[in-house]
């Protein structure tokens, strides 16, 4: 119960929920409003120039309202008196765009109303109908000095990294938006308040977080007692509403950095000897958030009390309390202490107990680079690039355990350099154990013959407010660093002090307030281009194009000056960059390479004509693969090929005798369900990189519902009928000729008698032939429909005109059939109907393509396991794989690295349920197709819909895994119900339910074809 889950995994999930909600918010709901406090006006305008890169990198909808809200007049007021500031501000910020009036559903018209009351009438109706993520973040951080300039919640944290090398490093308050968009569902449709704190990674599945009605709830974790004795302590009633994962109880007390004598005397020690730690992490909804609201709006007079009094009010100590009966007598004593307990005192507040919560605390340097080497080590994807030029000078040595930064002032041309310790902590007196370069100050300040009066004015003596760092020319200062760091001989101390005593000196709290925020933005969104400019230029220039040119030149355009210009040169360099890989670098990358520069240049129009060449040049790439020589032959009228030769078949194509003789030909198929694999059997993906699906052949209602007759007539021409009715008759064969129309019924039919080589052969002077076909499934299905007749229609042609109608030939020529549509897909259809039972089939890159179609021998106790505890749902939902198709296929020609990943974890997924299926594990299977769920709305969140979501929902407590069959959309799904018991309730339940309009088909495992 007590074992922390794999924080790899658990950050995967949270980032994959995360990209799912701004990418698809109709359908995974995302925060409404996105708030962080801060310490100063200047702070908080780096905080919003952070908050739209996170909009514009992904990391947050631009549906959300983003905020950063400093305290007022950059004066201390507290977190507690920051929350009310913060959600006030917000209350201000919809009132001024005019979304409140927009929103109230009462009638009620925001513009004209004046008095502060009447705005909190309103502002009340509308806020509590929203879901509001506030961090707080308005810290000095004062133990992490090199994180100040920043702010700690954006210090940079690599976790993940890898996954997508081409944008931007990961940052602190990035992993934090990615739990906490996990959280936004504990909430519903009601509104409400998360809270989180800027130093704090709190690791834990919030997917699964229940949330009581009307309360306010704070998120806790079980911790030894040497921990708690320096924070925050919970001390919760014991209930039975507990389980494995969590436990939700009531909040008897509170207690600050308690003793071991303190934790028995309220209870606090749980039956294993822990106790609740408090990690900063509170939920309010209902009646406590519309109570909260309410003071917020009022708070106004409350917030100027305090800044008169000059006293603050806590979040954790004070307005926490209102909501925990046992301190209100204490609460009433501390600042606006009565007045919380009137506004807020109605409810009361629970604990809700993460077992498995993670807490990755980043309070100092030491906790932060433990947090990189030791339970994060294997996460971190790549080093954080650094531009400090002094780790690069011939005369400067930064010795082990210490850390340098550059810090841009107001008023001065050049970056102040600023360096200490990392073990040394600002905040500690030279009284107590204050060290500076982890060194006690005692013997810094007899080593260099510095005095207290050159560093400290006032009482308060601490490396916080030494004023230790010069102001001079850059070489100047990092001499002067050697010096102070004790790195100079001691026979030149005295012309450094005197150089150092003479110069202008600030303070880390003075640096605190003097930083150039506009020109750190600056620099750094330039910095970050450059980087990504000479990745793209190394590309380019030795023509490997493996990187995402295409978010490469989103990070370039941000120099203002310079970045488009950057992108022309890069486009300009196109046509060398043909010449130079197009031995190893398919067409159809080099084209993509061009349409998303010509898009980064602004030149729409131009990109859009270059993307017909992308498709062409994979269908080109698809044929040339599965045929040789055979791509000349596709996009020629046949007239001039018939013509040709002395009446026998050129180039290997059948039928030689032009005496009519009756021939007719049926086949019928399967439909097939995919279990994982599929987008790895998609070209271009599979002509480049090995592709593994496991998929199984089915019937519906006993029948085989795909299929095809095939006869010829005495009387020249084409008739072909479909099972809708329709009827085309074409007299002369030879015209049909690709490109067919999007629209055109009858393609599927022309592209078979063109990839089989039958519009070519000379028997077709004389003789006609009737082709009629069928799919007796429903539109849109997902079960490979279009595939498998496809091979159903080739299967029959080559068939009858005596041609290799072996199941691999006709899978790779569906292959080639289906670009000539320009439905694009992959193979796994047309093998999941070609070959019977069970398949793992895996493809190998090169030319030919080559397939391996591995049979599973299924015993009879997994047989009618599946068939009992499967089962095949039409949704009803139609949907168009191509459409999802192409938006997948055009991101790996971006060579898009979760695109990329996801495929690759597919095709593994796909191997282990080989594994899991040959050892009759069932369940096992469960999670996996669960998992591949989870990647493919990774790969397109379109992939899925409202109604799909909420029958997944609806099957969650029957089933130990469901996903959509094929590409997704819509269609069939498929429910791996967690026991035959579990299968026939939740066949009955879907049945009985009318929101449902679904069909459970009856299938059977097709054996044999």
């Known amino acids: ?373 030791g339970t994060g080590s294997r996460l971190v994807g790549r080093r954080h690039l650094c531009s400090v030029p002094a780790t690069t000078h011939d005369k400067f040595f930064l010795p082990d355990r210490h850390c340098l930064w550059e810090v841009p002032l107001i008023g001065c041309t050049d970056k102040v350099i600023v360096y200490c310790g990392l073990h040394d902590n600002p905040k500690n007196p030279i009284s107590g154990n204050g060290t500076f370069c982890g060194k006690p100050w005692e013997k810094v300040l007899e080593d260099l013959g510095i005095h207290e009066n050159d560093l400290w004015s006032s009482q308060e003596k601490c490396l916080w407010n030494a004023k230790l760092f010069p102001v001079l020319p850059y070489l100047d200062m990092l001499s002067l660093a050697n010096w102070l760091m004790g790195l100079e001989n001691d026979e030149k101390n005295e012309g450094f002090y005197n150089s150092w005593k003479m110069s202008k000196r600030v303070s880390l709290e003075e640096l605190h307030r003097s930083i150039d925020f506009p020109q750190m933005c600056l620099v750094s969104t330039n910095h970050q281009a450059d980087i990504a400019a000479e990745i793209a230029r190394t590309c380019l220039t030795f023509g490997l194009l493996g990187r995402n040119l295409s978010q490469l030149c989103q990070e370039i355009l941000q120099m203002e000056d310079s970045g488009e210009q950057i992108c022309t040169n890069f486009l300009e360099s196109c046509p060398d960059l043909e010449t130079k890989s197009s031995k190893f670098v398919p067409k159809s990358r080099a084209y993509q390479v061009q349409v998303d520069l010509l898009h980064a240049c602004n030149n729409h129009k131009k990109a859009i004509e270059v993307e017909h060449q992308v498709w062409a040049a994979v269908a080109d790439e698809t044929a040339s693969a599965v045929r040789y020589g055979f791509k000349e032959h596709l996009f020629q009228s046949s007239n001039e090929t018939a013509s040709k030769g002395n009446g026998s078949n050129s180039d290997g194509y059948v039928g030689q005798s032009q005496t009519f003789f009756y021939k007719k030909v049926k086949v019928e198929l399967p439909v097939r369900v995919d279990f994982v694999g599929g987008w790895s059997d998609t070209p271009p993906w599979s002509l480049e990189r090995a592709g593994c699906v496991l998929n199984m052949a089915i019937t519906l209602d006993n029948s085989l519902p795909i299929g095809t007759i095939i006869e010829t007539t005495q009387t020249p021409g084409l008739l072909i009928t479909d099972d809708a009715s329709n009827e085309l008759y074409i007299k002369n064969i030879s015209s049909i000729v690709a490109p067919f129309d999007n629209n055109d019924p009858f393609r599927l039919v022309k592209s078979a008698l063109l990839v089989t080589g039958v519009v070519h052969d000379k028997m077709l002077i004389s003789t006609g032939l009737r082709i009629k076909t069928w799919a007796r499934v429903p539109r849109g299905s997902g079960l490979g429909t279009s595939s498998i007749l496809s091979a159903a229609v080739v299967k029959g042609l080559l068939r009858l005109f005596d041609g290799d109608d072996g199941s691999e030939n006709v899978a790779r020529l569906v292959l080639v059939l289906e670009q000539i549509m320009g439905t694009g897909g992959g193979w796994q259809d047309q093998i999941g109907g070609l070959y019977p039972g069970i398949k793992f089939t895996t493809s190998f890159p090169g030319v030919p393509l080559r397939l391996q179609v591995i049979p599973l021998l299924a015993s009879p106790i997994l047989v009618t396991e599946l068939q009992e505890r499967l089962l095949v749902v039409f949704t009803g939902q139609v949907r168009l794989a191509h459409q999802v198709l192409q938006k997948v296929v055009t991101r790996y020609l971006q060579r898009d690295s979760l695109i990329i990943s996801s495929i690759k974890r597919l095709a593994e997924l796909a191997k282990t349920g080989r594994e899991a299926l040959m050892n009759c594990h069932v369940d096992k299977l469960g999670d996996i197709m669960m998992e591949t769920w989870r990647l493919h709305q990774e790969l397109d969140p379109h992939c899925s819909n409202q109604f799909v979501d909420s029958l997944f929902a609806f099957a969650d407590r029957y089933c130990c895994g469901y996903k959509l069959v094929g590409a997704g959309g819509g269609g069939f799904a498929l429910l791996l119900a967690k026991d035959v018991e579990n299968a026939l309730q939740l066949k009955r339940a879907l049945e009985e339910n009318r929101k449902f309009d679904v069909k459970v088909y009856n299938w059977n495992i097709c054996l044999d074809n």
């Open 1 to 373: 119960m007590n074992k922390h889950p794999d924080l790899e995994s658990l950050l995967r999930k949270s980032w994959y929920r995360l990209r799912l909600s701004v990418r698809s918010p109709s359908r995974v709901p995302t925060w409404d409003a996105i708030v962080l406090t801060a310490a100063s006006p200047e702070q908080a305008a780096l905080y919003e120039w952070q908050l739209k890169r996170a909009v514009r990198t992904g990391r947050i909808s631009d549906s959300t309202v983003t905020l950063a809200v400093p305290d007022p007049d950059g004066h201390r007021i507290g977190s507690g008196a920051a929350t009310l500031n913060a959600i006030l501000a917000l209350a201000n910020h919809y009132k001024n765009s005019q979304q409140v009036a927009n929103g109230c559903n009462d009638g009620s018209d925001m513009s004209h109303e004046s008095s502060e009351n009447e705005v909190s009438t309103s502002m009340i109706s509308f806020l509590r109908k929203q879901h509001i993520l506030l961090l707080h973040a308005g810290g000095d951080s004062k133990r992490v000095p090199w994180a100040n300039p920043m702010g700690k919640v954006f210090l940079p944290l690599p976790y993940l990294a890898a996954d997508d090398p081409d944008g931007p490093v990961p940052l602190l308050f990035d992993h934090i938006l990615a739990i906490s968009s996990c959280a936004r569902q504990a909430y519903k449709n009601e509104g409400g308040l998360f809270i989180m704190t800027g130093d704090v990674l709190p690791c834990f599945d919030a997917s699964v977080m229940v949330l009581p009605e009307d309360t306010s709830c704070i998120i806790t974790v079980p911790i030894t007692l040497d921990i708690a004795s320096n924070h925050g302590v919970i001390v919760a009633s014991k209930t039975e509403n507990s389980d494995e994962i969590f436990s939700v109880n009531p909040v008897a007390n509170l207690l600050q950095k308690p003793s071991v004598h303190e934790l028995n005397k309220h209870h606090a020690i749980l039956d294993d000897g822990r106790t609740l730690l408090d990690t900063g992490i509170i939920a309010v909804r209902g009646k406590a958030w519309e109570d909260l609201v309410t003071l917020s709006c009022l708070s106004q007079p409350l917030i100027s009390q305090l800044l008169n009094t000059r006293k603050e009010m806590s979040l954790y100590e004070d307005l926490v309390a209102a909501w925990v009966p046992a301190k209100h007598e204490w609460l009433k004593s501390r600042p606006l202490g009565e007045e919380l307990v009137k506004r807020l005192g109605k409810q009361t507040m629970y604990s809700y107990c993460a077992y498995d919560l993670l807490f990755l605390h980043f309070g100092t340097s030491s906790e932060v680079l433990d947090h990189f080497s």
